[in-house]
């Protein structure tokens, strides 16, 4: 019995995957599983080096923190079971597998979402008003933003949730992808979606295009200072501060728009598939590289950690 007092004749989902591709299957496995291991691996180690140094306890590292958290969170709802359905000649999943997968993977994602736009405000603080940043980004008000970032991401999932157990599945159970995604579930009920898919254009109202404007007005009044400040060095400098986490937005909305407007105007094809895994696997590893390999406060942070090694 699934909620809503409605009984699912569906036990299990069928996941193709890239079952199309079958010569190829073993070198995608040793792919995805390279990535997936190198991103936790770097994600977890960035989280912990900045809660162990006292120079990275700063707004802007705060957040970053909690968006290394999300990546990994976000990457495991998904890539292990694509992992283990890659050599499995049943690639299944079971219906409250499928559902948990989905609501794990929009969790993250909706408060990846939210995450970047407190961002966003966050880098608007420092250089729009860097003499109040210390006091307008302030511990309490900054552990309030990554809260709600996970309360809205955990609440929109909340709603597609109760959508999801008001479908009847019957069959086919066929999900021409590689995990649980929510359009393709809304193509294999057997009743009415309407709901489903009211809610999920609300959802994209409000998590994506919001997001986006207010990202959008905060980094407005960013290049409007910055462009009042008189030296080319001080310019250089506070656009380099914006840098990583412009790239960041720019990939994550980019890849999501372009894999939900493709599977909204037609099917999943291979290459929707494919597309889907940049944001899916690519997107987390690229996070820790992009804010990383030319950070310098991390670098230096790299190098207190090796002394205190040293010291010991």
Not at 6 to 26: A, C, E, K, Q, V
Not at 31 to 52: A, D, E, S
Not at 84 to 105: E, P
Not at 142 to 165: F, I, K, V
Request: glycine share 6%; hydrophobic share 45%.
């Amino acid at each position: 019995m699934i909620g809503g007092g409605n009984i699912t004749g569906i036990t299990h989902f069928i996941l193709l995957g890239f079952s199309d591709f079958p010569r190829i299957l073993p070198v995608l496995f040793v792919i995805f599983l390279l990535i997936y291991i190198t991103t936790v691996t770097w994600n977890l180690c960035l989280i912990i080096l900045i809660r162990t140094d006292s120079h990275l306890h700063t707004p802007m590292y705060f957040f970053l923190s909690n968006l290394f958290f999300i990546d990994i969170c976000y990457v495991t709802s998904t890539v292990p079971k694509m992992l283990s359905n890659l050599f499995l000649k049943q690639q299944t999943i079971t219906f409250v597998g499928c559902i948990v997968q989905y609501f794990i993977f929009s969790t993250m994602g909706l408060s990846d979402s939210c995450l970047l736009t407190a961002m966003a405000y966050d880098r608007y603080a420092a250089i729009c008003k860097p003499l109040l940043y210390s006091s307008i980004m302030s511990p309490s008000l900054c552990g309030r933003m990554a809260l709600g970032a996970y309360m809205a991401g955990l609440s929109g999932s909340l709603s597609q949730l109760c959508a999801l157990l008001q479908l009847h599945f019957c069959g086919p159970n066929v999900i021409n992808h590689f995990f649980c995604d929510i359009s393709e579930l809304l193509n294999l009920s057997c009743t009415g979606t309407f709901i489903g898919q009211v809610i999920l254009a609300i959802l994209s109202m409000t998590y994506g295009i919001a997001n986006v404007m207010i990202i959008l007005l905060s980094y407005g009044y960013i290049i409007m200072s910055i462009m009042k400040i008189t030296s080319a060095k001080g310019r250089s400098k506070a656009f380099n501060t914006c840098a990583s986490h412009v790239t960041t937005v720019s990939l994550f909305y980019t890849s999501v728009i372009y894999v939900y407007l493709s599977s909204s105007s037609g099917g999943s094809s291979s290459f929707d598939r494919f597309a889907s895994v940049f944001y899916n696997v690519v997107i987390p590893l690229l996070n820790p590289v992009i804010y990383s390999l030319r950070n310098r406060e991390i670098k230096d942070a790299l190098m207190r950690l090796q002394k205190k090694r040293g010291h010991c």
